[in-house]
T-cell receptor, first 113, second 112 residues
Framework: AQSVTQPDIHITVSEGASLELRCNYS??????LFWYVQSPGQGLQLLLK??????LVQGIKGFEAEFKRSQSSFNLRKPSVHWSDAAEYFC???????????FGAGTTVTVRA | NAGVTQTPKFQVLKTGQSMTLQCAQD?????MSWYRQDPGMGLRLIHY???????DQGEVPNGYNVSRSTTEDFPLRLLSAAPSQTSVYFC???????????FGDGTRLSIL
């Protein structure tokens, strides 16, 4: 069965600084990879996805993620964070041609002025 | 365009009571899922459906029932609520297995 690890439970970053959130997965083949963001009291919103092709994926809100097969990682980055980026971020994977999503435990991002 | 709508948003139950969480989508999506979210555990798949009349179990199905009589609706039933089912429940839908899932705003359920 696939598993997803987000090593950082909580990250604090200054407004305007760069942000990187880590995600590692365990699966035999390359799964479909997703990053979602959840604002307090809200549902999850898709930031970006990777199915195949270019390993650097651009998403919404200025986020990007890089798939590294050799490291089984799919880290999320943003060059300059805004106070509105404070939220919880989830990495998720699904086996190819399967619907079942497995989520990481999430990383909470706090943005300080 | 409403997307995925969940009702109610909040509910408090007593142990042993039954309840149905409602989920409706207006995007004509075939795939629908129910997840529960608990602190430090991310989201875990309870049940899912790949079309009307077809359902299957996810990672944590015990204590929950589902049915899918229409494309639009995918209700989740708790037959005899237990305190361990206190959680935030999310419904999601997608057009097919290759498309990302769209999430509702969640139902916060407390069982005393």
């Amino acid at each position: 069965a696939q598993s997803v690890t987000q090593p950082d439970i909580h990250i604090t970053v200054s407004e305007g600084a760069s942000l990187e959130l880590r995600c590692n997965y365990s699966y035999g083949a390359t799964p479909y990879l997703f990053w979602y963001v959840q604002s307090p009291g809200q549902g999850l919103q898709l930031l970006l996805k990777y199915f195949s092709g270019d390993t650097l994926v651009q998403g919404i809100k200025g986020f990007e993620a890089e798939f590294k097969r050799s490291q089984s990682s799919f880290n999320l980055r943003k060059p300059s964070v805004h106070w509105s980026d404070a939220a919880e971020y989830f990495c998720a994977v699904a086996p190819p041609n399967d619907y079942k999503l497995s989520f990481g435990a999430g990383t909470t991002v706090t943005v300080r002025a | 365009n409403a997307g995925v709508t969940q009702t109610p948003k909040f509910q408090v139950l007593k142990t042993g009571q039954s309840m149905t969480l409602q989920c409706a989508q207006d995007m004509n999506h075939e795939y629908m899922s129910w997840y529960r979210q608990d602190p430090g555990m991310g989201l875990r798949l309870i049940h899912y459906s790949v079309g009307a009349g077809i359902t299957d179990q996810g990672e944590v199905p015990n204590g929950y029932n589902v049915s899918r009589s229409t494309t639009e609706d995918f209700p989740l039933r708790l037959l005899s609520a237990a305190p361990s089912q206190t959680s935030v429940y999310f419904c999601a839908s997608s057009r097919d297995r290759y498309q990302p899932q769209h999430f509702g705003d969640g139902t916060r359920l407390s069982i005393l």
